[in-house]
């Protein structure tokens, strides 16, 4: 008999803290250059965590470091589809399209990004970007359509 997923917070081995504290995990593992670990740690979390928007975007920022596009296209497609106005997911899939010569989709989705920071404070933090700003997304963003010749 196969004992039922537990809900991320009622985990009992090291991910028992949620999905934010094996966040803090993986992105160290990332930065120490672990990233095999890192990707399986946040693959693991994210068999019982499958809501949680940051841990598939996360999860797609590793991919596309070990050059697996498609899977991390797909696990931001994942993200999106949980949370809509997810900035940076939007972001990251627009970078994908352009790399892979979509400048059309490419363009949408940074378009995305400038419509959803319209409601933003210049001082807002984003979700899952390490203090990143919704006024200086938004700089980053218009460059790189400029940059690219996008807008």
């Given at each position: 008999?196969?004992?039922?997923p537990?809900?991320?917070?009622e985990?009992?081995?090291?991910?028992?803290?949620?999905?934010?504290?094996?966040?803090?995990?993986?992105?160290?593992?990332?930065?120490?250059?672990?990233?095999?670990?890192?990707?399986?740690?946040?693959?693991?979390?994210?068999?019982?965590?499958?809501?949680?928007?940051?841990?598939?975007?996360?999860?797609?920022?590793?991919?596309?470091?070990?050059?697996?596009?498609?899977?991390?296209?797909?696990?931001?497609?994942?993200?999106?589809y949980?949370?809509?106005?997810?900035?940076?997911?939007?972001?990251?899939?627009?970078?994908?399209?352009?790399?892979?010569?979509?400048?059309?989709?490419?363009?949408?989705?940074?378009?995305?990004?400038?419509?959803?920071?319209?409601?933003?404070?210049?001082?807002?933090?984003?979700?899952e970007?390490?203090?990143?700003?919704?006024?200086?997304?938004?700089?980053?963003?218009?460059?790189?359509?400029?940059?690219?010749?996008?807008?």
């Amino acid at each position: 008999m196969t004992t039922p997923p537990v809900a991320c917070a009622e985990r009992k081995e090291p991910e028992a803290e949620g999905p934010n504290a094996v966040a803090l995990s993986v992105r160290a593992l990332a930065n120490q250059g672990r990233l095999a670990d890192a990707l399986a740690l946040c693959a693991k979390t994210l068999t019982t965590c499958k809501l949680d928007a940051g841990l598939h975007y996360l999860h797609a920022t590793i991919l596309q470091e070990l050059n697996r596009e498609a899977e991390a296209i797909a696990s931001l497609r994942r993200a999106l589809y949980l949370d809509p106005d997810f900035v940076l997911a939007h972001f990251a899939l627009g970078n994908l399209a352009l790399r892979q010569g979509d400048v059309r989709t490419g363009r949408r989705n940074f378009e995305n990004v400038l419509a959803l920071l319209t409601g933003r404070r210049e001082e807002d933090i984003l979700a899952e970007s390490e203090g990143l700003t919704a006024g200086r997304f938004r700089e980053i963003v218009n460059a790189t359509l400029q940059i690219g010749r996008l807008a």
